[in-house]
T-cell receptor, first 111, second 112 residues
Framework: LAKTTQPISMDSYEGQEVNITCSHN???????ITWYQQFPSQGPRFIIQ???TKVTNEVASLFIPADRKSSTLSLPRVSLSDTAVYYC????????????FGGGTRVLVKP | NAGVTQTPKFQVLKTGQSMTLQCAQD?????MYWYRQDPGMGLRLIYY???????DKGEVPNGYNVSRLNKREFSLRLESAAPSQTSVYFC???????????FGSGTQLSVL
């Protein structure tokens, strides 16, 4: 199982770009990388998913280097409402694969 | 379109009592999951069901049982509740494993 490592917390200010890096050194060939956002008292919410290179949607960008041993979630121009915990998951459709969450990164956006 | 619905939202049990947490999804998803989240911690996988009729253990299955009643419903049962099971329980579903997970709003369980 690919284990993930993320920073415990990060502080930022409104309008800045936030980059969160996740390490997954033993990622398997068929594994995808997925990021979730969780607000207090709510279930996690899907942000973005990728396999390699770069993926962008209306909320974030995901950068994955060629060796896929890490990935970086980029949140452009954050606002106070982006204060949340962000989780990186690695997993595949393989039989027996278990989608496990790590400890997540607590992002605090300050005025 | 309700998504993933969990009941109850709150529950208080005494040690040794049993109860079942209910989860239903209306998105025709194949896979369903139960996670627990302790205060200030990440989510830990209890059990999952890759498809109707199959269930598998996650990271922390001890003290729990599950039933994939049909494609829509996936229940979690505590046979003899313990204080260590005090947590917030989240149910999730996805079209397939490793696809986007959709989460319910959670059940806050306290075992006294």
């Amino acid at each position: 199982l690919a284990k993930t490592t993320q920073p415990i917390s990060m502080d930022s200010y409104e309008g800045q770009e936030v980059n969160i890096t996740c390490s997954h050194n033993n990622i398997a060939t068929n594994d995808y990388i997925t990021w979730y956002q969780q607000f207090p008292s709510q279930g996690p919410r899907f942000i973005i998913q990728g396999y390699k290179t770069k993926v962008t949607n209306e909320v974030a960008s995901l950068f994955i280097p060629a060796d896929r041993k890490s990935s970086t979630l980029s949140l452009p121009r954050v606002s106070l409402s982006d204060t949340a915990v962000y989780y990186c998951l690695v997993g595949s459709k393989a039989a027996g694969n278990k989608l496990t969450f790590g400890g997540g990164t607590r992002v605090l956006v300050k005025p | 379109n309700a998504g993933v619905t969990q009941t109850p939202k709150f529950q208080v049990l005494k040690t040794g009592q049993s109860m079942t947490l209910q989860c239903a999804q209306d998105m025709n998803h194949n896979s369903m999951y139960w996670y627990r989240q302790d205060p200030g911690m990440g989510l830990r996988l209890i059990y999952y069901s890759a498809s109707e009729g199959t269930t598998d253990k996650g990271e922390v299955p001890n003290g729990y049982n599950v039933s994939r009643l049909n494609k829509r419903e996936f229940s979690l049962r505590l046979e003899s509740a313990a204080p260590s099971q005090t947590s917030v329980y989240f149910c999730a579903s996805s079209e397939d494993r490793a696809e986007k997970l959709f989460f319910g709003s959670g059940t806050q369980l306290s075992v006294l």
